[in-house]
């Protein structure tokens, strides 16, 4: 356990080789964007796969080719919503589409204002009704997490639908202490999974070391 992890309980760090690589690949400026792209891919799965383990299961009676046996699956009567924060926060999409297929896409717009490093909304698709808010499992994705104004305001979105801090999981690849502060003062119950805790924020706001605009480099803008 990390410094970090045991300063904020529900911070996760995720640390091994692969992780390793991929944030390697990720930072060298060197790496074109198709580089990026692959890398970013592996390491959102790895990141999805732990932040998932608070999902409910049940258990089930089926039969495998040699005999009758139970098993577990996830409970099918909770909502699932990956809310990916635009547009760098996409490139988490398509893993977790694969691995929660019976998940609800649901997109939240917004960018830096360079000078206030405010957020500026722009799209906002989690209107929606909620009838049994302690059924909602909230996954928020971002790659990056720098001062962490962003990602209160998406958690925002959720806990104002009365949805349990506890159900609500934000998902990032590279972090900044700041943000991280930022996050837990505001809502200190719910899940931090990321893959680094980088040095600091420079005067622009961007983590160093980091890999420079995520968004950018994803998309090659």
């Known amino acids: 356990m990390t410094n970090k992890e045991q300063e904020y309980k529900?911070?996760?760090i995720i640390s091994n080789p692969i992780v390793n690589q991929s944030l390697c690949i990720m930072?060298?400026?060197e790496t074109d964007t198709q580089g990026v792209r692959l890398a970013a891919r592996k390491l959102t799965r790895i990141l999805l796969y732990e932040a998932t383990k608070n999902l409910p299961q049940r258990n089930i009676e089926i039969e495998t080719p040699l005999t009758k046996c139970t098993a577990q699956t996830i409970n099918s009567d909770i909502t699932i919503i990956i809310s990916p924060i635009l547009r760098a926060g996409l490139i988490f999409t398509?893993?977790?589409v694969d691995i929660l297929p019976q998940a609800t896409i649901r997109h939240?717009?917004?960018y830096r204002d360079e000078k206030t490093l405010k957020p500026v909304w722009y799209y906002n698709k989690v209107p929606m009704p909620v009838e049994d808010p302690?059924?909602?499992y909230v996954f928020i994705t971002d790659p990056m997490l720098a001062t962490g104004n962003s990602l209160v305001e998406a958690i925002k979105l959720y806990t104002s639908k009365g949805i349990p801090q506890k159900n609500i999981c934000c998902v990032c690849m590279i972090s900044a202490p700041q943000g991280i502060k930022t996050v837990f003062e505001e809502f200190p119950n719910i899940k931090l999974i990321v893959?680094?805790?980088d040095s600091h924020l420079n005067e622009r706001g961007y983590i160093v070391p980091g890999m420079g605009d995520a968004g950018d480099r994803i998309f090659n803008t």
Request: proline share 0%.
């Open 10 to 12: 529900n911070l996760k």
């Open 27 to 29: 930072r060298n400026k």
């Open 94 to 96: 398509d893993e977790a």
């Open 108 to 110: 939240i717009g917004m």
């Open 134 to 136: 302690s059924k909602y």
């Open 195 to 197: 893959a680094a805790v």
